[in-house]
């Protein structure tokens, strides 16, 4: 009796995901926000850029062309935030990247997406 259950935990812990590994079936993802809130100037500014496959944990966010209002910045985890300073329109593009890790540890690529932004401090 004790071997058997010594023998389905061992085989339980073999079977089990190790806890640094993660994936995702997801291979057409897609940025999501349609459009960004106005900000007001020196008004802090927080807000949430969204894509389809859900999660943060395999998604990477990053400004690929233009350029946000001074004082605001773009997080990897795709949050905009920060206290802008000036007022105007501020055109920019963001990029997605969306990766998989297999059983082996080996991270590839699943996707990727950008999309053009118009963010407007108002005085």
Same mark, same amino acid.
Do not use: K
């Given at each position: 009796?004790?071997?058997?259950?010594?023998?389905?935990? %061992? &085989? *339980?812990?073999?079977?089990?995901? /190790? @806890?640094? !590994?993660? =994936?995702?079936?997801?291979?057409?993802?897609?940025?999501? +926000?349609?459009?960004?809130?106005?900000?007001?100037?020196?008004?802090?500014?927080?807000?949430?850029?969204?894509?389809?496959?859900?999660?943060?944990?395999?998604?990477?966010? %990053? &400004? *690929?062309?233009?350029?946000?209002? /001074? @004082?605001? !910045?773009? =997080?990897?985890?795709?949050?905009?935030?920060?206290?802008? +300073?000036?007022?105007?329109?501020?055109?920019?593009?963001?990029?997605?990247?969306?990766?998989?890790?297999?059983?082996?540890?080996?991270?590839?690529?699943?996707g990727s997406d950008g999309? *053009?932004?118009?963010?407007?401090?108002?005085?």
């Amino acid at each position: 009796m004790v071997f058997a259950v010594s023998v389905a935990i %061992g &085989l *339980a812990m073999a079977l089990a995901h /190790p @806890g640094c !590994t993660w =994936s995702t079936n997801c291979t057409n993802g897609r940025i999501t +926000t349609e459009s960004l809130p106005d900000a007001t100037v020196r008004h802090a500014y927080s807000f949430q850029l969204t894509q389809s496959c859900g999660g943060r944990d395999a998604a990477s966010w %990053g &400004l *690929a062309d233009g350029a946000l209002p /001074p @004082g605001v !910045t773009l =997080s990897w985890d795709g949050y905009l935030s920060g206290t802008p +300073t000036a007022t105007g329109s501020f055109f920019f593009i963001v990029s997605l990247s969306l990766s998989s890790r297999d059983w082996g540890a080996t991270t590839y690529s699943v996707g990727s997406d950008g999309r *053009a932004y118009t963010l407007t401090v108002r005085p």
